[in-house]
């Protein structure tokens, strides 16, 4: 069985920045880089969006929010074999 999850990490940056096409790409490839070496299989658009959040960030600065959602497998154990193991 498979469970879809949401994965996201955020970054704090000038705001100048939030534009600058080569910085997203970066941000992108960081995010999936990061889930592929966690051995999670990706199965949505990765997006970047600005996340105000319950606190501002400092005057001049944006906070993004790069997030996508992974697949992960689940592993089922029944009981006859959780007890013939232990």
Known sequence: MTTRTGYYIESLV????VHDGGYRAALTQHLRD??????????APIRIRRDDGDVPPPVGMVMLRVETEVEEFDIEV????????G
């Open 14 to 17: 000038p705001s100048w920045l």
């Open 78 to 85: 029944d009981d006859e074999q959780e007890a013939s193991d």
């Open 34 to 43: 990061r889930l592929m070496l966690q051995g999670y299989e990706i199965v």
